[in-house]
Every structure is written in structure tokens, then in C-alpha cells.
């Protein structure tokens, strides 16, 4: 059994399993009910074990559960949202038949929030792993702890999430899909129902480039923490700089349907070797 439970990047994965198209099954997750795992109709050619899925969008959430699904007021303690924990109490977490597994989209737009406008002062960073993208000329130069900072107040909704997973289902194995790059575009395309595009002043692309690696190292890091693995994004989907590549790209944010097939593919072969709870070790190098 695949779990996947997430926000709107579980969308193209969705879209690139489903055995009747993404539309005709939508509704069976985004309604106005309480979240809950549903048994998805799979196209057996693209994924060979059961899924079932959990939309966890606010607004699915927020009518029945309020606005928060986790909380963490302390390394240890965690408060769940009762709705939240009972959803996580109900999934079987033991090894079987090509594995029982949960794959989790969290969040992922954090970086977005956090570099895509411009600010009042320009700014920029160095980051020690990608020289080649040195500050821009013109712009206040701020010390890279001080982004690290940023970057994990945005991300602690997520790491409270993650320590709801694991404190609920402490021997499942499970791994957190980080999120793609941006794509490199001057252009912002956010997807229907946001913000105008054409009212954002937006920062470099080298600068969101290096806010989502700081980002993605992070919330690793987070994961890790919880024991919990990370899945990264597909290297056939980047381009040579590290953004996502056009054709993989729904908008500028979220992968397309053949993003969704690559990270597909990533996962199905994970589940096939998961039988036993203990993750083989050479998925974990894959999965960082």
C-alpha cells in the first residue's frame, strides 16, 4: 500500500497514476468533508501497488479542523488537531506485500513566500555550495544565517507536521517529497486563482534559486530529525542550473504530468522494497 498525503503538490502525481484522468477523481478529495484516506483508481501500467490519498489543503481542512493540523511547543511535544491524529492513527504501518509506505507533500511553497517579491533593499547571500551564483551587484549582501533563520520560521508548520507523522506512526516507513525549483522564468505564472502575475515585482532568479536550495536542505534536515526520509527531486528534471526544466513544469511552482510520472517512478520503486519496515540502504542514499 503507497499512502500519499499532501497539499498541491501531490497533484501531478496524481495526475500521472490515475486510471481515468485527474479531473473524473478530484472530487473524491477535494469536497466538503473531512480529510480522509480514499482508495484511488490507478492506471496498473504507471503504479503496481494500491494508493490511497489524503488532501490536506486549508481550506479542505479548516471547516472541521481549524487552521492548524500540528503544533510544536517544545522539541517533544506535539498537538495535533484530534480529526489530524485520528487519520494518522488509522493507517497500517506495518511491512507486507510490496511495502506499506507513506509519501508526504507538505507544504512546499515556503521559498516561494520568502524570495519571490523584491524588497524595499535589495538583498542577496552568498551560498558556499553554489558559487557560481554570486551576489548581484547592487544589492545588500546578508549573512547566510540570517536566511537560515527566514527559511526555518517558514517551515516549522511543515516540521510540526512531520513530528505528528512519526510520533503517530512510529515504525511506517516514510518520506517527504521535497518540492521542485522554480523554473527559469522573468515571468511569475502561480497557476489559476492567485495573485496577478503582472503585480509582482520579482526578485532574480538566482536569488530564488538560492533560497529554495537553503530551503530544501532545511527541510531535509527537518525530516531527518523527525526520522524521516526525504525524497528529492528527479535530476532528468532539472536543467543544468538547478531549475526546473520547461517540460516538466506546470507553472511556477508545481510540476507538470511528467514531473508527476518521474516522482512516480522514484516512489513505486521505494514501495516494491519496503516489505520489511527497515528502508534498504541504497533508497536512502537515492532519497538523501
Known amino acids: 500500500m503507497i499512502y500519499i498525503m499532501g497539499m498541491s503538490h501531490i497533484l501531478p502525481v496524481l495526475d500521472a497514476c490515475s486510471a481515468d484522468g485527474l479531473k473524473a477523481q478530484l472530487g473524491r478529495i477535494s469536497n466538503d468533508q473531512a ?44 498537538s495535533m488537531a484530534p480529526g489530524f491524529q485520528k487519520m ?14 507513506l509519501f508526504t507533500f507538505i507544504h512546499g511553497e515556503e521559498h516561494i513566500h520568502l524570495a519571490l517579491r523584491e524588497q524595499p533593499q535589495p538583498l542577496d547571500f552568498w551560498l558556499p555550495e553554489r558559487p557560481d551564483l554570486a551576489p548581484l551587484p547592487g544589492r545588500q549582501i546578508v549573512p547566510l544565517y540570517v536566511i537560515e ?40 505564472d502561480p497557476g489559476p486563482g492567485v495573485v496577478d502575475p503582472e503585480a509582482v515585482d520579482m526578485s532574480p532568479l538566482s536569488v530564488r534559486l538560492k533560497y529554495y536550495l537553503v530551503y530544501a536542505r532545511q527541510i531535509r534536515e527537518s525530516a531527518r530529525a523527525c526520522g524521516i526520509n526525504s525524497l528529492l527531486p528527479p535530476a532528468e528534471a532539472m536543467d543544468p542550473q538547478g531549475y526546473l526544466a520547461a517540460e516538466f513544469a506546470g507553472d511556477s511552482v508545481h510540476g507538470n504530468k511528467r514531473y508527476g510520472a518521474l516522482v512516480l517512478r522514484q516512489m513505486a520503486e521505494i514501495a516494491e522494497k519496503t516489505g520489511q519496515r527497515r528502508v534498504p540502504a541504497e533508497l536512502l542514499a537515492q532519497a538523501a
Open 149 to 188: 533563520l527566514q527559511v526555518a520560521a517558514q517551515i516549522a508548520k511543515a516540521q510540526a507536521i512531520l513530528l505528528a507523522i512519526r510520533a503517530m506512526q512510529p515504525s511506517m516507513p516514510v518520506f517527504n517529497v521535497v518540492c521542485p525549483p522554480t523554473i527559469p522564468g522573468e515571468r511569475w
Open 35 to 78: 480529510p480522509q484516506f480514499v482508495d484511488w483508481h490507478t492506471d496498473p501500467a504507471q503504479i503496481a501497488v494500491p494508493v490511497q490519498v489524503a488532501n490536506l489543503y486549508i481550506r479542505q481542512i479548516a471547516p472541521h479542523w481549524g487552521p492548524t493540523l500540528a503544533l510544536q511547543s517544545s522539541p517533544s511535544v506535539i
Open 88 to 101: 494518522l492513527a488509522g493507517m497500517n504501518g506495518e511491512g507486507g506485500q510490496g511495502g506499506n509506505v
